[in-house]
């Protein structure tokens, strides 16, 4: 109930009486008092005047399954949140809720990993209060070849996202960064658990640099948080909603085709490497190119020297710009 | 040292005197003894003459971690074994420790499986002592879209492993089927954890038909195992061994060109569907074609009734022969 209170709260700037929250949720005066005063405990700001009643004067910077759902606006994705002050890595609980067939949608929020991971199984620091480290659990019905174009949709997402509750404008790294200024801000992973031709379940993991005032030294150069662009805190809940409303209506263009048909002109429009020279580095075999953007099923189309024009997977090949740290 | 005294009796068909198995692995007569009535106890007939030593006479069809490492002959494919008298699913088993770090090639092997699986989470028919439930665990550094190639290695390898233990000809229902005489004896179950661009781990899990007498109803008409067609028993550590020697010869020319142009001509002379009249069942959409065989990377070439060739990928569409039920 504390989400619906706080949801109610949120949606009145004027004051509620404790006799209106009990008829709307059929509850007794003590049990919405509890509410009120273990949100303040967590931290919100509740102004309570005799024969008004209460007032949500301003909420922090709180991280909970409360506050996170009180704010969402989706029909399934995010619509249902389980939490973790602090986990190993959301990926790794969203796997585990995956293999126990936890419902599609499922979003998976931790204030601190201790074990977060990265590409490749690379590290990824998450230090806590500051970041966001999420992962959304789904169960697409299509071929597992297709589950890597799930990531630009979750870029698109979170660029949108970050654009809404800042006015921040970030770009796409292709296939699976976002950068602001050519410093990254954000990073995604996805992970598949598939047969040939049918997906048990994905996750794609985000981490978010939110409200981090300094990086350690090794990538303090090519990182950045939003609080040290935009000047201000965030408040990293609105920010996780506004990032699965986006990704919600991306999702849902996307399954009507299964490809990224409806969603390649703002893809391409956000897109950093857009043309510009990149290094395209395959394996064993490196070579400069001219990015012209995505393709219909996510690949980056690149010119060669020769005129050429060739499609770089994700995946197969790296992409590293010429300029800055992108 | 279970495996390796059951390795030394295996391979002499002579006495061994307890002296030279003591001089042999360095330990006591004592620790020799024990360790040849545990064998006794798990019903391996074992001659003991006083002056000359120890004898095996024959191994029944046991089934443990020491009789299957015993005789194995691969240098890393279920050189080391997992085994359980009963578990979930083997396949379950081999994804937990893929998780955890566990080594490429380690083979999870049950007499029972209470959550025997089949492709699509469908269940498998899983009792216990006649049936070989076994998942390789492997780490390839490949593109998680080569992986469904590993499932054909798979099937060439059970193939060749019955008929080494057997004599049995059976041939393969592409993409994952083993079957004798149009009869399923053998399903493979492909899983992987991936990245975008790299794989986690693949799990193979196979399940064969070795010495059931009698099968349900629903499915008697299209299962057989290897006991009704041979008429004798067969010892499932061998044919475990077997197929793990045959898949490690046969994955070490793949890994070659990461294609199967190494055994494409042996994969297509074990086809059942090649050379026949075919039913391709795509998702709303079903047609007859003419089966021609696989391609390099795996995927079947129909021709249709227009001359048109096709190719048909795993997974997206399945293939019901015309005759039988294949």
Known sequence: MKSEILRLLKENDTYLSGQQICDHFQVSRTAVWKVIEQLKKEGYQIEAVRNK???????????????????????????????????????????????????????????????????????????????????????????????????????????????????????????????????????????MSAEIDYINYVVIGVGINVNQETFPQEIQERAVSLKAELGTNIKRSELIAATMESFEKYYEIFRKTEDLSGVRELYNSLLVNIDKEVKVLEPGHEYEAYALGINETGELIVRLQDGQEQEVYAGEVSVRGVYGYV
């Open 53 to 191: 009643g209460y007032r949500l004067v301003d909420s922090p910077d709180v991280m909970s399954k409360a506050e996170i759902e009180s704010l969402m606006k989706t029909r399934w994705a995010g619509k249902k949140v389980v939490y973790y002050d602090e986990t190993d890595s959301t990926n790794n609980r969203a796997k585990d809720a995956g293999e126990k067939g936890e419902e599609h949608g499922t979003l998976f929020v931790a204030d601190r990993q201790v074990a977060g991971k990265g590409r490749r199984g690379r590290s990824w620091e998450s230090p806590a209060g500051t970041s966001i480290y999420m992962t959304i659990l789904l169960h697409p019905d299509m071929l597992p070849s297709k589950a890597p174009r799930l990531t630009l949709l979750m870029a698109l997402a979170v660029a949108e996202g970050i654009q809404k509750v800042t006015g921040l404008e970030s770009q796409i790294k292709w296939p699976n960064d976002i950068v602001i200024h050519g410093r990254k801000v954000c990073g995604i992973l996805t992970e």
